[in-house]
């Protein structure tokens, strides 16, 4: 459990510090050829561009312009660099999301005495729809609905994991000095597998 932890640790980190950082640093310290009320500007982030509803990539997108103008079939490359890891970063994300929570019914329900691996594929079946149900839902609303719902959602999920590691700091900290000893054994309690399997 602890070099699962610490893999999903260094996850965070290249995704948060490393890359966020990177993003960041380019807005902050790309010139180009920007306005704000029709004055020029030299940074994208000073501009008219942050006031706009789509502000986020429209912002990062010009700066990534303005760092890699060159032009490909008359789009700049560093747009096309944005467009291309956003598009990969929301499929990915979607797929990561879906899974997890495949993942967690399979976990619930597998628990439920009487439980059929036909029962687990309709509630698989009814989480797909109802994620792409959302999925079409966050497309279609405000943004900032949108950024408020995953807020909740994440928090949601966030309490009760923080809550169990506060209980569990005395076995996670031992763990992560490499005392084998301080809990049980590496292997999943799980329970015996349905009959009807």
């Not at 747009?79 to 019914?105: K, N």
Request: aromatic share 10%; net charge negative; glycine share 10%.
């Amino acid at each position: 459990p602890e070099q699962q932890g610490r893999m999903a640790m260094m996850g965070t980190f290249i995704d948060t510090i490393v890359i966020c950082t990177m993003t960041a640093l380019v807005i902050l310290t790309v010139q180009g050829d920007f306005t704000y009320q029709g004055q020029s500007v030299e940074h994208v982030w000073q501009s008219d561009l942050g006031t706009t509803a789509m502000s986020g990539f429209v912002t990062t997108s010009s700066a990534f312009a303005a760092a890699f103008p060159f032009p490909i079939a008359g789009v700049p490359l560093g747009t096309l660099v944005a467009s291309v890891a956003l598009i990969l970063f929301v499929f990915t994300t979607l797929l990561t999301w879906s899974y997890y929570g495949e993942r967690a019914i399979t976990f619930l329900y597998d628990r439920i005495p009487g439980s059929t691996r036909g029962g687990e594929k309709a509630l698989h079946i009814g989480w797909r729809v109802l994620w792409c149900v959302a999925i079409y839902v966050g497309a279609t609303q405000p943004s900032q609905l949108v950024w408020r719902l995953g807020d909740i959602s994440n928090a949601a999920m966030a309490l009760p994991n923080l809550l169990a590691l506060l209980m569990l700091s005395g076995v996670v900290f031992a763990l992560a000095r490499g005392d084998r000893k301080a809990g049980k054994d590496h292997t999943a309690d799980t329970p015996e597998e349905p009959e009807e399997y």
